[in-house]
């Protein structure tokens, strides 16, 4: 892989990331920016804090904004955002 396949991948986790930050927080209506999220923060416990009727709210939204449809079985990529936009985006996941 050369320098700029890994700049172009850097750039598209980014943005893919940063779309998952502000869906989660228009989504979920959170008292925070979303440039305040981290890429590798938890989203349940010491994270966000985020609960079981959240995550079902996000199912939703992720299907709806990125025609991705996550099941019970998936609940692990909702580790991190990071984690989210890797299972996401077909650029990210082909690359994993």
């Known amino acids: 892989?050369?320098?700029?396949?890994l700049?172009?991948?850097?750039?598209q986790r980014k943005h893919?990331?940063?779309q998952i930050k502000?869906?989660?927080?228009s989504r979920l209506d959170l008292p925070v920016?979303?440039?305040?999220?981290?890429?590798?923060?938890?989203?349940f416990g010491r994270g966000l804090e985020l609960d079981s009727l959240d995550v079902l709210e996000l199912y939703v939204a992720i299907e709806?904004?990125?025609?991705?449809?996550?099941?019970?079985?998936?609940m692990e990529v909702f580790g991190s955002v990071s984690?989210?936009?890797?299972?996401i985006d077909p650029e990210l996941r082909a690359h994993r």
């Not at 892989?1 to 396949?5: K, N, R, V, W």
């Not at 920016?33 to 989203?43: R, S, Y």
């Not at 709806?64 to 998936?74: P, Q, R, T």
């Not at 984690?83 to 299972?87: G, P």
């Open 22 to 25: 502000k869906m989660i927080v």
């Open 7 to 11: 700049r172009a991948r850097a750039a």
């Open 83 to 87: 984690r989210l936009a890797t299972e």
């Open 16 to 18: 893919t990331c940063a």
């Open 64 to 74: 709806a904004e990125f025609g991705v449809a996550l099941y019970d079985s998936d």
């Open 1 to 5: 892989m050369t320098i700029d396949e």
């Open 33 to 43: 920016e979303p440039d305040w999220i981290t890429d590798d923060q938890p989203l």
